[in-house]
């Protein structure tokens, strides 16, 4: 039986990852396969969950067309980005080290998500992966980026109610490389503040705080009933789609994210905001039955991003060509204390 | 122009370097912002750096410690004939190397081996059009712009000039 496309992940050592990947992959009604790395190697198992399907190298590079999900120099960015023809390979590399050459020399075309952050300049691989997909599986690419609404329109965002710290991290660390210095956070579920310690390292971890320079402002979710203008993003509830609504407009917008594990989206976000709140929604082909917050969170953070466009085009950097004099060090023998005396 | 550091010296100095400018009219000036004179920096590398193109159309000559230069090492193939080709009397022993200059031939080496090689990138830059794509590779631009400054040392020579 054809696919309309497969995921696959390559080299991924992190099990929740690749677990988090097969729920991206879930989401959008295809199959993921996983090709080396650790998540592969079945450590994920861990009795209860069934292991996630391999690919060996040699099937992997016969599954073509291969689209590589990689900030590499010609990348196209997502936004614009059409998948070829026929059953492709969307391929999401290692967290640290990308994807493999392999693979990359055997893909007709890479694709980059645009990251308006200096500080954060990757996703969390899933989120990648959702984000990838999402604008990739759409059919029609969503519209250039550079003529965007401008970093002024940027609004404000609120993670609703996120029901576990690591959902809350990937998505905070998403809003940091989307280029949000600050995001409010209605952490009724106590994932982020004063929760335990083993929770909050690994929450801090997956949010990159170390470098993100993000600030999280704690807030209830109803001091803001009554804002000039509140655009609730949801899966399951009805309403435009994202694509088609106005999620800028600056610090007089507010966009919320919901955790729709822990809350729902349509009836939650009427009795919270009030009646005059705008709802927009996350078309996922395939969500019945699987749903991550940060995958959802991300998605809603890169269409914001579309939408207020790309930074200022800067011409790259001309080469410098200095004019020196050059030497070659001198040539020495290093020897012991002990040759030394014996000499 | 930053003065020189004590036990280092600006070869040529402003009046030489306009004066230069000022005989290749506008073939070297067309797009030329400026010539910078600045104190030695750490390019990273053994060896001493010369002159730069810091931007585009923005040379920047540096300092050089008073001749006789003294280096650990030997100089490298390139750097060598460089320095034989511009008059210096080069010497290799004991693991050092040593390079005598008489003043004007360093301030020549400095204007044409320095200035107009620089200049000669630039100008290969700025015929290339905007864009700042790579024109060409390094090593050819290396040597066009070495060929420019060596034909433009034969120019004022022939002309009898200093």
Known sequence: MSVRARLVGDGLDHPGNARALADAASMFGIPVLLRGGRAAAGRHTNGAISPLPTVDTATLLGLRPIVAVENVHGAEPVFTSRLPAGSPTIVVGNERRGIASDVLRAALTCVRIPLPSRSINTLNVAAAAAVALYYLLRGSPAGGTRRGAGPAQRPAVLLLGPSDHVEAGSALRSAAAFGWRAVQLDDRNNVWFGTRRSQRTEARAAARSHRSGLRVHGVRADEHAGSARIVVATVHADGPPLHRTKLVGGAGTLVVIPDEQAIDGGTTSSSIFGPGVERARIDLPAVAGTYRYRLAASIVLAEISRQLGSRPHRAARRPRYPSAVSTIEADADLVTPAELSTY | ?162
Request: proline share 6%; hydrophobic share 45%; net charge positive.
């Open chain 2, 1 to 162: 122009m930053g003065p020189a550091r004590p036990g280092f010296v600006h070869p040529a100095d402003g009046a030489q370097v306009r004066r230069l400018l000022a005989f290749f009219g506008p073939r070297v000036l067309y797009g030329l912002r400026g010539v910078e004179m600045r104190q030695a920096v750490d390019h990273g590398r053994p060896g001493m750096l010369l002159a730069a193109l810091t931007q585009p159309g923005q040379a920047v000559l540096y300092e050089q410690p008073r001749p006789p230069w003294l280096f650990a090492g030997r100089l490298d193939e390139v750097s060598h004939q460089r320095l034989v080709r511009a008059g210096a009397l080069v010497r290799e022993a004991g693991g050092l190397t040593r390079v005598a200059w008489t003043a004007e031939e360093l301030r020549d080496f400095m204007l044409f081996d320095g200035l107009m090689h620089e200049i000669g990138h630039h100008i290969i830059e700025n015929n290339a059009g905007d864009g700042g794509a790579r024109v060409m590779r390094t090593a050819d631009h290396e040597a066009r712009a070495d060929a420019f400054a060596a034909a433009c040392r034969r120019a004022w020579k022939a002309e009898g000039h200093w």
